[in-house]
């Protein structure tokens, strides 16, 4: 198990900016690979954010790019989602997963929902126009 919790969401106008945490337990967090993903009312969970165990790839929603950032702190085992200039469509409950196998960052699955063994409970964005 990887306990995942998510932190950071809240209730914001458009063209703000939040940050969102995701805290993991463990002490392998450092060889996950994470991803981050969002549901909003009536619609399927998608992809939004991908970042590999190393850091070093980075994979991204069209629709965010430019305006979204993910990284991670593997001293504080931690992964974040910048988001700026956020919109009314980016409302959402977002949700921080951990891929153990790390195929994820090296296959084209990176944006599947099945390729992530672990689950957080989410945080709700909520961005007024």
């Known amino acids: 198990q990887v306990p995942l919790v998510e932190s950071g969401g809240g209730l914001v106008q458009a063209g703000d900016s939040l940050r969102l945490s995701c805290a993991a337990s463990g002490r392998t967090f450092s060889t996950y690979a994470m991803g981050w993903f969002r549901q909003a009312p009536g619609k399927e969970r998608e992809f939004v954010a991908h970042i590999s165990w190393t850091g070093a790839r980075t994979y991204y929603l069209d629709s965010v790019k430019g305006r979204f950032t993910i990284s991670r702190d593997n001293g504080k085992s931690t992964v974040y989602l910048q988001m700026n200039s956020l919109k009314p469509e980016d409302t959402a409950v977002y949700y921080c997963?951990?891929?153990?196998?790390?195929?994820?960052?090296?296959?084209?699955?990176?944006?599947?929902?099945?390729?992530?063994?672990?689950w957080g409970q989410g945080t709700q964005v909520t961005v007024s126009s």
């Open positions: 997963a951990a891929d153990e196998s790390k195929r994820t960052s090296y296959s084209s699955t990176y944006d599947d929902t099945a390729a992530y063994g672990y």
